[in-house]
Nanobody, 127 residues
Framework: EVQLVESGGGSVQAGGSLRLSCTAS????????MGWFRQAPGKRREGVAS???????NYANSVKGRFTISKDNAKNSLFLQMNNLKPEDTAMYYC?????????????????????WGQGTQVTVSS
């Protein structure tokens, strides 16, 4: 069993920055692909960024150039640096682990393939 805990959400004005963190505990040895997802009220869950054990990274087009995903394997932690935030980035952000990295999963951006999820952290961007 793996537990994921997110932190770092908050309220910022457009153009601001936030850094999300996700710490994994439990049986973390089998974790491979990890990712960040978000869901706004009334909208479908969206893959934001993903990273695999080899350091390959994938981003949703909507965040490319603004968000950066990274991880610290020694600390079982995943991060999402979010810069130049826009009101449309407002959502609950979730950390996910133990996904798959291939074309069928859109290289980690399909949430259905993940086995573990955090509780989420709210990000609100005002204009």
């Amino acid at each position: 069993e793996v537990q994921l805990v997110e932190s770092g959400g908050g309220s910022v004005q457009a153009g601001g920055s936030l850094r999300l963190s996700c710490t994994a505990s439990g049986y973390t040895y089998s974790l491979s692909v990890m990712g960040w997802f978000r869901q706004a009220p009334g909208k479908r869950r969206e893959g934001v960024a993903s990273i695999d054990n080899d350091g390959r990274i994938n981003y949703a087009n909507s965040v490319k150039g603004r968000f950066t995903i990274s991880k610290d394997n020694a600390k079982n932690s995943l991060f999402l640096q979010m810069n130049n935030l826009k009101p449309e980035d407002t959502a609950m952000y979730y950390c996910a682990a133990d996904g798959l990295w291939d074309v069928y999963t859109d290289y980690g951006l399909r949430g259905d393939e993940y086995n573990y999820w955090g509780q989420g952290t709210q990000v609100t961007v005002s204009s």
